[in-house]
């Protein structure tokens, strides 16, 4: 449960899959986006998360499928929301970029940007069984879905 240390090559193309569009995004930030007001302790809480994500993802070996079993299901399922992680980033990026179309919901799941890449993580490390990414997954969802919502909640009113 602990994991096997060593690097993954599943680690770094999740994290690919994470930070090109986050990189492309910080340079096409939604018309009327305002990080101002964010909570501290949400912000510290993501930050920590995303270190932690980060090496987690990246240091344990754990997340590779070697055999077609009823267990991979989790690598399935983590693997797609990934993709559709991905999809979401496409129709922000066709999209006219405002904070309505970075925030609303894609395929019914609310705060995409931060609920998909968060429960992906969940599960590859539910997948590997690996402790480590799975109580990173839990502190980077409690501050970044925590700040999405908290902007998803702003921005309505």
């Known amino acids: 449960m602990l994991g096997h240390f060593g690097f993954s090559y599943i680690g770094l193309i999740y994290i690919l899959m994470l930070q090109i569009p986050n990189l492309k995004w910080s340079r096409h930030k939604p018309e009327g986006y305002d990080p101002s007001g964010e909570n501290k302790i949400?912000?510290?809480i993501e930050r920590a998360g995303q270190v932690l994500c980060t090496a987690s993802i990246l240091l344990f070996t754990d997340y590779e499928p070697r055999t077609l079993e009823p267990w991979?299901?989790?690598f399935v399922?983590?693997?797609a929301l990934m993709i559709f992680y991905e999809a979401y980033w496409f129709r922000y990026f066709r999209s006219k970029q405002t904070v309505n179309d970075f925030y609303r919901p894609f395929l019914?799941?609310?705060?995409?940007?931060?609920?998909?890449?968060?429960?992906?993580f969940l599960l590859l490390g539910i997948f590997g069984k690996v402790i480590w990414l799975i109580v990173s997954s839990v502190i980077l969802g409690v501050g970044h879905i925590g700040i999405h919502l908290q902007h998803i909640y702003r921005d309505s009113r």
């Open 42 to 44: 949400l912000l510290v």
């Open 72 to 74: 991979t299901a989790w």
């Open 77 to 79: 399922i983590s693997a």
């Open 108 to 120: 019914f799941v609310p705060a995409p940007g931060a609920a998909l890449p968060v429960a992906a």
